[in-house]
């Protein structure tokens, strides 16, 4: 099966822009978990999804929002950017009985 | 917020040694796992053990359990430089999905 897979893996915005990344999950998952990793607050959960509904949220501004697909494939969009969101952003799938979680490459989002 | 909080830091040892990481969380848990990142990337899941367990094996890894201190530790025996990344600790945040709660993670290097 092919793995997790995000889309881009790097971009670069200014303060005030809005961005939207994309993860598509393994075949056969149905849950999606998006994440920010930085050196100061390192891995924090930002939501997940299952079935296109939003099952769980993180403790983030309403800036963040995410949705999920029919074909669960997920987004997550961030608007009117700030310094601190530059970040690397992973997003992950599980599926069936699994506690496991697959994880993507990340994109990696610089905002200037 | 972090659940899990892992000691130390940052390890650095030679190939051939053991490395021993230690984890430390807040509430009550079914299951927790461990996750290796190389490098920025995306993560790695290694190993899961379930509240009723006390000590877990996976090839050169080792993790234990002690739910009344709210501990964890991996040991990574027989070091090779291939292990230099960076290791988590990870619990779920609720029953209700998947949704992990990862601690700041420890920086082992393996020097050859």
């Known amino acids: 099966k092919a793995g997790v897979t995000q889309t881009p893996r790097y971009l670069i915005k200014t303060r005030g822009q809005q961005v939207t990344l994309s993860c598509s999950p393994i075949s056969g998952h149905r849950s999606v978990s998006w994440y920010q990793q930085t050196p100061g607050q390192g891995l924090q959960f930002l939501f997940e999804?299952?079935?296109?509904?939003?099952?769980n949220k993180g403790n983030f501004p309403g800036r963040f929002s995410g949705r999920q697909f029919s074909n669960s494939r997920s987004e997550m969009n961030v608007s009117t950017l700030e310094l601190g969101d530059s970040a690397l952003y992973l997003c992950?799938?599980?599926?069936?009985?699994?506690?496991?979680?697959?994880f993507g490459p990340g994109t990696r989002l610089t905002v200037l | 917020s972090q659940q899990g909080e892992e000691d130390p830091q940052a390890l650095s040892i030679q190939e051939g040694e053991n490395a021993t990481m230690n984890c430390s969380y807040k509430?009550?848990?079914?299951?927790l796992q461990w996750y290796r990142q190389n490098s920025g990337r995306g993560l790695v899941h290694l190993i899961l053990i379930r509240s009723n367990e006390r000590e877990k094996h996976s090839g050169r890894l080792r993790v234990t359990l002690d739910t009344s201190k709210k501990s964890s530790s991996l040991l990574i025996t027989a070091s090779r430089a291939a292990d230099t990344a960076s290791y988590f600790c990870?619990?779920?945040?609720?029953?209700?999905?998947?949704?992990?709660?990862f601690g700041k993670g420890t920086t082992l290097s393996v020097s050859s």
């Open positions: 990870a619990t779920f945040l609720n029953q209700a999905g998947t949704a992990l709660i």
């Open positions: 999804y299952f079935s296109e509904t939003q099952r």
């Open positions: 992950a799938s599980s599926g069936g009985s699994s506690h496991e979680q697959f």
């Open positions: 509430t009550s848990i079914n299951n």
